[in-house]
């Protein structure tokens, strides 16, 4: 008989659940009639319903029906008419890096694969040696994937100052100081528009601030941009910072997901772009890309790229999809200004809660504690991440009232 020991796992510790889709299992297995789910950023419609958008289920018909589709293998670096077009989106048509050639993009597995190729491309190929420690650094707080994407390629975070409690607001000075000390070529991870989780963005001004530093300094930027034109409803002003940057030469890259804006959800539509000082550049870049994906994924799936590659290079179905994608955001505004309402107006709740109201995009960070949001999962079976974030999508006229009345208990600690 051997003696050797077969493998038995024994020395793998159990991972903790993942802290935002544990929220939907446990929603989804509560019987409480009037349960709430205002954990996981994704869109429902006032009936609470997911949402398929008009344009999506038009283009789905026309890609399935196509009698040239065939289920051949999309090249490495994904549909060519998917990533130009993500470019020209993301970037702006008359972008000059585009124009100039210096844009490598690749079609990645939604915004996560984006976050993780660009990761893996930097911890090979950013040359760290040179002044810049080996970290990226996120928001504090930020999406809370960054930490495990990056960790999971040998790039550890650190944070920046970024959300002021007590104004619950952005904490700009200690913000831009950060960058101004940090050392020079440091790894910066932003997101585009529509922060997440607190909804707290820069304004124009604060922006052009932060890319005048980052230039100074040399940084990289690594934007996150899961959101555009969910945030305010138009496509072009949520890319704005994204453009300023590049057209100011800040170096960069773009991690882009269309799980949002289009409600693709479990179809995984993304891309990495990568801006180069060179066309040059930009080649070798792609080839490297190439092979990352490669060595994953061999190539992306074909079916969400097709449809959104159909809606971005119809003009009549991307105008129908900008209509949509106003919808969505248009909900979500208006869910915002009621809870506003309920909130000052009708309940009297202590505190200030404008910044309902002044956040952008899916989440609210609402300003409560742990232990409130875990009070409100408990007691009441609305489920938000214990950071006190909400999901403005999970509101609708169905059950504001009932999450207005429970948050100002909970305030009032009569919960
Ligand atoms: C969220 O933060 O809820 C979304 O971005 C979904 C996700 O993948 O975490």
């Known amino acids: 008989m051997s003696t050797v020991q077969v493998e038995k796992w024994d020395s793998v510790p159990l991972a903790p659940a993942d802290p935002i889709y544990k929220l939907t299992y446990a929603y989804k297995d509560d019987p409480f009639p009037k349960k709430v789910n205002l954990g996981v950023g994704a869109y429902r419609d ?15 018909d026309i890609v399935l029906n196509d ?21 020209r989106l993301v970037l702006g048509p008359d972008s000059p890096a585009l124009l100039e050639g210096r844009v490598s993009s690749v079609q990645t597995i939604s915004g996560t694969g984006a976050n993780h190729v660009g990761a893996l491309f930097l911890s090979r190929f950013y040359r760290w040696d040179e002044g810049a420690p080996r970290v990226a650094y996120v928001s504090d707080p930020t999406w809370v994937n960054h930490f495990q994407i990056f960790r999971g390629v040998g790039v550890p975070l650190e944070t920046y100052p970024y959300y002021d409690a007590a104004t619950i607001g952005l904490a700009f000075d200690r913000y831009l100081a950060f960058i101004k ?10 997101h585009a528009c529509a922060h997440n989780p607190t909804g707290v963005d820069p304004t124009r001004e604060q922006w052009a ?31 704005w910072a ?5 057209k100011l030469g800040v170096p960069l890259l773009i991690c882009q997901s269309f799980a949002k804006n289009a409600g693709l959800y479990g179809e995984r539509v993304g891309a990495l772009h990568i801006v180069s000082p060179s066309p040059e550049a930009a080649v070798r870049v792609k080839s490297q890309l190439a092979i990352l994906t490669r ?7 074909a079916y969400g790229a097709r449809v959104m590659a159909l809606i971005m290079n119809n003009a009549e179905l991307f105008e129908e999809w900008k209509r949509d994608i106003k919808t969505m955001a248009e909900r979500i505004i208006a869910m915002r200004k009621e809870l506003h309402r309920l909130l000052t107006e009708e309940l009297k709740t202590p505190g200030n809660w404008d910044h309902i109201v002044k956040q952008i995009g899916m989440f609210s960070f609402t300003g409560i504690s742990t232990e409130q949001s875990l009070t409100l999962t408990e007691k009441a ?35």
């Open 381 to 415: 079976h609305i489920y938000l991440t214990t950071n006190g974030r909400i999901s403005m999508a999970g509101l609708n006229s169905g059950n504001i009232g009932y999450f207005a009345e429970c948050l100002d208990k909970v305030v009032r600690g009569q919960l």
């Open 295 to 301: 060595s994953e994924i061999s190539s992306p799936p």
């Open 242 to 246: 994204v453009r300023e940057f590049v």
């Open 46 to 60: 006032d009936s609470n319903k997911p949402w398929v958008l008009p344009v999506v289920k038009k283009a789905t």
């Open 67 to 87: 009698p040239a589709l065939d289920h051949e293998y999309l090249p490495i670096t994904g549909l060519p008419d998917f990533t130009s077009a993500a470019a």
């Open 209 to 239: 601030q932060i890319a005048d530093v980052v230039l100074e300094r040399g940084h990289y930027v690594f934007f996150d941009s899961a959101y555009q034109g969910f945030a305010s409803g138009d496509l072009d002003a949520d890319a």
């Open 181 to 190: 000390a940090a050392p020079p070529r440091s790894v910066f991870v932003v």
